[in-house]
């Protein structure tokens, strides 16, 4: 009889169609979870350590992840791996790759934990902490590449790697529990009740290897296999939990709108395509009418049908999810519709601080701009509240955001501008959470400065600084455009002051000319009335010598000059000229 011998595959459990089926949709579960977790911390990962940090956590558990749902498929469609065959070899690559992420998150774990709690000389954590997954990982090449170096095979790893995985874990859900109280940290997430449990079922399963706990020895093979692939899968919670504060940072929102909407969509085409070819079967084969012909065709009529409905999910789903960020697009967007109605800076700056504290629930917004470097700074502040900046502050960070116009943040996840350390010490201490530059082709105009959140527990994130630097843009349109209908009434009061002066240059002359006539008239006849009309003259004189430079007068004042001019002309009409006037004093 011919008998096949095959590898035990390591870490997979095959002791009942259950626990098989759900090891796939289980293994299947946690890929998704950290593609999702991937593509949030990808965008953050270019500014700050802690978020790079929690990308390659996610990175090293997707190791482990990928490649048991690999193995999983694997054996599912294509049988066990015959030894020395290509199928075996790409087993054990899998198996290899699934080792080092299974080996390499605890020590991970365990060193982002050290860090956020601030203990003395961690240094010397890392290098005792490096120890033993260095020692299993050495190991596990040696067993999986050189089988014959070591005296024992890759499943006699299985009980050490297990064991070393709930002494790291469990040693982090102790350190939080009893360093963490108290301290800020990015495990903050990590609560103490989520410590406990994950403490509690990390030491049980670590005696239960040792058989301390004869947890192993009371049931049977097949629950034995229940609770370790469930281990194996609860391994991801500590993860997420201490890289939650970081993934909040990123697109939540948008990243789930169109995880669901591709979702849907892949999902229905699957559905569609196998039942359709499952009822189309029985006619193709009476017919005799080549199936991949048919499924060709049947597959681009789906994509036709379907890419209308991934086009319809994609315009209703955000109105059918209305969630916080809906609100914020929504009273952005009719404040942008509003800013044609503002004609003055400081009801721009005014409307704008409030706007910011009600789209973002923010407890204090201040804006400073100046639409060219000549003026003074424009600002307006919502609430008495952090941020404290004064002109003096903004007149000092100023040189910076005008070479590099970025946004800076508090939170360095978020932060792209780069700023000395003082001076990010001073904004932290007057409370800043961001500072977002009024852009206008290139060149800042100004700076909207929010403090934090009304509610503590929330957070800026990418899609906030989105939204933030759109407005920006408008902004700077919108200044741009009063700049420029303040340059055209300027303009106008200029011109109309200019025809002034032309017309008075006009008048003077002539007015002059016939007023010395007059007193050459009355001189041999009327002596007195010429040295009247001489009197008022030199009044006339004095008045335009003295208020020439000014735009407006008083009205007394403009009432003596015409009573002096009305006498003027009564010398040189005589009776024939009357100015009845009826102006009480003052």
């Not at 297990?162 to 982090?172: E, I, P, S």
């Not at 009205?555 to 009826?582: C, K, M, T, W």
Request: proline share 6%.
């Amino acid at each position: 009889m011919r008998v096949r011998f095959t590898r035990y595959p390591t870490f997979l459990y095959p002791l009942s169609p259950s626990l098989w089926q759900f090891s796939l949709w289980g293994f299947a579960l946690g890929a998704f979870v950290h593609v999702l977790a991937l593509l949030l911390l990808f965008p953050l990962a270019r500014h700050g350590r802690r978020a790079r940090f929690s990308l390659l956590l996610i990175c090293v558990s997707a190791l482990w992840f990928f490649s048991n749902l690999g193995r999983l498929l694997q054996v599912t469609f294509l049988g066990s791996p015959y030894p020395g065959g290509l199928q075996d070899r790409v087993f054990q690559l899998l198996t290899f790759t699934g080792l080092v992420g299974w080996i390499g998150f605890p020590a991970l774990l365990l060193r982002q934990i050290v860090h956020d709690l601030r203990l003395h000389r961690p240094a010397f954590y890392h290098r005792i902490g490096h120890v033993p997954p260095l020692v299993l990982a050495v190991a596990v090449v040696l067993t999986t590449f050189h089988p014959d170096a070591l005296p024992f095979t890759l499943e006699a790893l299985i009980a050490p790697i297990l064991f070393y995985v709930c002494c790291y874990v469990g040693l982090a859900a102790g350190l939080v529990l009893l360093l963490g109280t108290g301290r800020s940290t990015t495990s903050e997430s990590w609560n103490r009740s989520g410590s406990w449990l994950t403490l509690a079922f990390s030491v049980l399963l670590g005696l239960s290897v040792l058989d301390v706990v004869p947890l192993f020895g009371l049931v049977t093979d097949s629950m034995v296999g229940w609770v370790i692939v469930s281990a194996q899968l609860l391994a991801v919670a500590p993860i997420g939990l201490v890289s939650l504060a970081t993934l909040k940072l990123g697109k939540v929102d948008l990243v789930l709108e169109r995880t669901l909407v591709y979702g849907t969509v892949l999902g229905a085409i699957f559905l569609a395509f196998v039942g359709g070819m499952s009822l189309m079967e029985p006619l193709l084969a009476r017919l005799n009418t080549p199936w991949q012909v048919v499924g060709g065709l049947y597959v681009v009529i789906l994509l036709v049908l379907f890419e209308r409905l991934a086009r319809w999910l994609r315009r209703e789903l955000p109105a059918f999810f209305s969630t916080e960020r809906q609100r914020t697009r929504q009273l952005l967007s009719h404040f942008q519709e509003q800013m044609t109605q503002l004609f003055s800076f400081e009801a721009l700056a005014r409307r704008t601080v409030e706007v910011v504290a009600e789209a973002f629930r923010v407890r204090s917004v201040r804006i400073f701009f100046r639409p060219d470097e000549s003026l003074p700074w424009f600002s307006a502040a919502y609430h008495p509240e952090p941020p404290y900046l004064t002109e003096r502050i903004v007149e000092a960070i100023w040189p910076h955001f005008r070479e590099e116009g970025r946004i800076w943040a508090r939170n360095p996840e978020l932060s792209e501008a780069h700023l000395p350390q003082e001076l990010q010490a001073l904004l932290e201490s007057r409370h800043v959470a961001l500072l977002v530059p009024i852009l206008a082709k290139h060149r800042p105009l100004g700076l909207l400065a929010l403090g934090p959140r009304r509610n503590r527990h929330e957070f800026y994130n990418l899609e906030d600084l989105d939204l933030l630097r759109m407005l920006g843009g408008q902004l700077a349109l919108a200044i741009e455009r009063l700049y420029l209908v303040e340059r055209e009434r300027a303009l106008i009061r200029q011109n109309a002051e200019a025809q002034l002066v032309a017309l008075r240059a006009q008048i003077n002359p002539h007015f002059l000319f016939n007023a010395l006539n007059t007193i050459a008239a009355l001189i041999n006849e009327h002596p007195e009335k010429a040295e009247a009309v001489v009197e008022h003259l030199a009044a006339i004189f004095r008045h335009t010598l003295n208020t020439g430079g000014r735009s407006f007068v008083s009205l007394d004042e403009e009432l003596q000059l015409v009573r002096h001019y009305l006498e003027i002309e009564r010398a040189r009409f005589g009776r024939s000229f009357r100015s009845p006037s009826n102006c009480p004093p003052n």
